[in-house]
């Protein structure tokens, strides 16, 4: 089976990227703002490796994401510095060289001249040079900044070269003296999202509305979870998208009970509630989508009290995703109202306060409410400042908002708590948004996917 990493880079002037959106000077701004942030050190970055999925089959090229953030380079075995110490060379790429006769099995390759005419490199060697060209890089930094356990053999590298200097300190004088993990620098910067992020990520929930929607209009009894997926699926594709953001799910009936179904091979049944997680990556940039109808049109009594429970807490949750407000505001928001909601049906009983604090409602609401997206689809940075504070939330940031309540046909309830009568085992509900926030308040990149009950059933 052939594969094709890059773009013959002869044919074209622009990198041979997959996300043409983000130009060449928005990756030299990000990596002045890392450079600004490390001072005088260096920080080192590894390409992903090719995996593969069994015997001689590869899986498709995806790349690293912290490092094609700061590089745009989209192939295999290759490796990024940054040294603003360094008196010649800032930005400094190891690469595969042309090979034409690999080439013909692997695809093209950029190769080290242009590379450095393509991606703005001040230096571009091949990566068989890396051992001796390496330690130029780091040995006048007073700390290295790298991301460990993505690659064990090159986590080996970085610390035997590392190792070597520290050695050589008592004679030269100067060695970097501390190893940082990098995340703690670069994530930060890449939660808060550019115009041109944000237009990338505008694209894929465009997409990503459209096959939802398609998959609402071609849903009905007799069909497979299935051929929902392919619907979704084709639609992604034939939109310009790379593909599936992660394993879409396509869970009809008790199935959406669990939250992580991916079989998607059920038939789908006259009353079945049919919970669809599915988004697209566009330019590497996600969106992620869930809505839940029923296949026919029309909820039963318990299952539209739940999916009302759902989405009034969803709304909840959007109202407190605003500038300044703690992360965590929206999911208390969306647990206040699902744990009212369950307490008025008698599906939890107890002390409000003590079932939102020893969080007694998780054996029906057992995730968080949403979660940073971008580049990936759980996108990079914490979520807390320190141990008891949030981050406040800024205008350029983009969560999921996405509650649910799952009752699973052998649901067991805690000690103290009700068993669940069995008209309410078997419903799985979530209703997932893509938010962004802005000055004023917030925007829903995702509204034009219909959640509401008369909206559902007008579109069945």
Known sequence: MQRSVAADPTATSEPSNCDMSIDTAEYAQRRDRLMAAIGNSSAIFRSAPLATAHNDVEHPFRQESDFFYLTGFNEPDAVAVLAPHHEEHRFILFVQPKDPERETWTGYRVGVEQAQALYGADAVYSIHELDTKLPEYLKKAERLYYRFSLDRAF????????????????????????????????HPLRQLKSEAE??????????????????????????????????????????????????????????ACILHYVENN??????????????????YYNSDITRTFPVGGQFNREQQIIYELVLEAQQQAIAAVKPGEPYNAFHDAAVATIVDGLLDLKLLTGDRDEII???KYK?????????????????????????????PLQPGHVVTVEPGIYIAPDIRAPEGQPEV????????????????????????LTEGVPKAIAALAAAA
């Open 155 to 186: 986590d080996n590298t970085v610390l035997r070269h590392w190792q070597k200097l520290l050695r050589l300190y008592p004679k030269n004088g100067y060695a970097p003296r501390a190893l940082e993990d990098v995340r703690f620098v670069l």
């Open 198 to 255: 944000l237009t990338a990520i505008r694209r894929a929930t465009a997409i990503a509305t459209a096959a939802h929607n398609r998959a609402r209009e071609v849903a009905r009894p007799g069909l497979y979870e299935y051929q929902i997926q392919a619907e979704i699926e084709y639609v992604f594709r034939m939109s310009g998208a790379s593909g599936p953001a992660y394993p879409s799910i396509v869970a009809s009936g008790p199935n």
């Open 266 to 283: 059920r038939q789908l049944q006259a009353g079945d509630l049919l919970l669809i997680d599915a988004g697209c990556a566009f330019g």
């Open 357 to 359: 604090k020893e969080e």
């Open 363 to 391: 054996h029906f609401f057992m995730h968080r409410t949403g979660h940073w997206l971008g580049l990936d689809v759980h996108d990079a940075g914490g979520y807390k400042q320190n141990e008891e504070d949030w981050l």
């Open 421 to 444: 009568p069995a008209e309410w085992r078997g419903i799985g509900v979530r209703i997932e948004d893509d938010v962004l926030v802005t000055a004023q308040g917030c925007e829903v």
